[in-house]
């Protein structure tokens, strides 16, 4: 099935034109905001070629794999056109009688709590990230290769070098140092508010205009207010409040001075509630985050490893990863890297274990042979729904023995401490560029193990015998 004949179905299984709202994706998932979700054949889109899997909280989201995702929700946003753009001018009355069905609707099927709405917002503002957090990460990973080669004398640090390492170093801050504007940009757009406003609120907490002679005070601690303190925590918070004080006063706010003076109000009150107090207090979430992380570690050591390691892949399969986006990026920001990707990558590595597992003892099953085959690549660069949705997880007892596999790997690094990644965006083998002080090998030592556990877990525990049964065909598969 094309991308193009891909979205023609999911449209048509999604009640057609009037009822999409919102289309957006993240690297693996085509993501729908619906008006009516009573409507949505799951089941059907389930069963086209290509998809992995549907999960339903406040989305419908569709899980077709890398790459694709994307060019599916490029042919549906083209497919939509201008009934798009309607469907999202409907009038007030409107809107809320669309908002109270689809909360019955939701509710009815998966008690969706606000938790998970909480977390719905901060996917919304991070996954349209990943690509230039991937690339920076990447760019960074390079970058510290070549200062580290330098730095041995394994490589001659001529001028050619050293501009080759600046050009980098300039390509990756692109991002990563005014990453606080575009947290703002996206934010304003999940909170319904104006997305410049959000992105200048983002380049406040920068202090571009505070003079190091006199500075602000961080009112908790007494202290010079430090530039992007409470980091894209505190931006998220700010356009929050943003949001909030901005549709308060244009809602009084005559006609003729609604252009100029609601956003200048709003901008400044909630600059100056920004500065006095969502920095000092996110800043102080943030400080608390680093300890927490450090301490559990250290504390826990090999069985936090484990652990971590071992859940990730139940997060990642009900689409709840991306909430630590936010911790990522903080740990980086604070230390130079987060220690605790390496760790939660191992999930991804054990799935990949098993998936061979399945390959060499389910061989006569072609079918699923060739699902394995179509998900191994991904699964390699760190992409886990492919072999969840297709494999492991129909399967039932292989996605437990992966996770149990991703565990061995998980504690392995854990025991070492202090291994971290310079980038958040990046898992699987494509980490190994960015791993922190070249402990790489640790890093890799990890992923091995996993890799290693989830295929003899899985070879001698996991594999249901009815899936060893010759197949042909994709309808004596799902006969199994």
């Not at 798009?84 to 109270?100: R, S, V, Y």
């Not at 549709?247 to 956003?263: G, N, W």
Request: hydrophobic share 50%; glycine share 12%.
């Amino acid at each position: 099935m094309s991308n193009e004949q891909m979205a023609q179905s999911i449209l048509q299984f999604t009640g057609g034109k009037g009822n999409i709202r919102i289309v957006s994706n993240c690297m693996t998932r085509v993501r729908l905001e619906v008006n009516d979700l009573s409507v949505v054949q799951i089941d059907q889109i389930k069963a086209l070629k290509g998809v992995f899997g549907v999960h339903v909280d406040a989305q419908v989201q569709v899980i077709v794999g890398p790459g694709t995702a994307a060019k599916v929700a490029a042919c549906l946003q083209e497919l939509l056109g201008d009934a798009h753009k309607a469907a999202g001018q409907a009038d007030k009355e409107t809107a809320q009688e669309i908002a109270a069905r689809n909360k019955q609707v939701i509710k009815g099927r998966q008690k969706v709590s606000k938790g998970k709405l909480f977390l719905k917002t901060i996917s919304n503002v991070f996954v349209p990230l990943s690509s230039a957090l991937i690339a920076s990460g990447l760019l960074a990973g390079i970058q510290s290769i070549l200062v580290s080669l330098t730095s041995t004398g394994a490589l001659e640090s001529t001028a050619t070098v050293q501009s080759i390492i600046t050009i980098l170093r300039i390509l990756k801050a692109g991002v990563l140092s005014y990453l606080v504007i575009h947290v703002g940009v996206n934010a304003a757009r999940e909170f319904k508010t104006d997305i410049n406003l959000g992105g200048a609120l983002g380049a406040v907490v920068l202090l571009t205009g505070m003079s190091a002679d006199n500075p602000l005070v961080n009112i908790i601690t007494g202290e010079p207010l430090k530039s992007g303190q409470g980091g894209v925590i505190g931006v998220v918070a700010a356009v929050w409040v943003l949001a909030k004080i901005r549709k308060f006063i244009s809602k009084r706010m005559p006609e003729a001075l609604d252009l100029v003076l609601s956003s200048f109000i709003a901008l400044t009150l909630t600059g100056l509630i920004t500065l006095f107090f969502i920095m000092p207090v996110a800043g102080l979430i943030s400080d608390g985050i680093l300890i927490f992380v450090t301490k559990l570690l250290e504390i826990g050591g090999v069985v936090t490893g484990f652990v971590l390691a071992s859940i990730w892949l139940p997060i990642v399969m009900f689409g709840l990863h991306h909430f630590m986006t936010p911790i990522h990026i903080e740990l980086i920001n604070q230390t130079g890297m987060t220690v605790l990707l390496p760790i939660l990558a191992q999930a991804g590595a054990g799935q990949v274990g098993a998936a061979l597992a399945i390959w060499l003892k389910c061989r006569k099953n072609k079918p699923l042979v060739g699902i394995v085959k179509g998900g191994l690549p991904s699964g390699i660069l760190g992409i886990g729904e492919p072999l969840i949705y297709g494999v492991t997880l129909p399967l039932g007892k292989p996605f437990l023995t992966a996770c149990l596999g991703a565990g061995v790997g998980g504690a392995f690094i854990a025991s070492f401490g202090n291994v971290g990644a310079t980038s958040q965006a990046v898992s699987g083998i494509l980490m190994l560029p960015v791993i922190a002080d070249q402990k790489w090998f640790i890093y890799a030592g990890g992923l091995l193990l996993s890799y290693a556990a989830g295929f003899v877990l899985t070879y001698f525990f996991g594999v249901p015998k009815e899936a060893e049964q010759p197949a042909e065909t994709l309808e004596e598969l799902e006969m199994q």
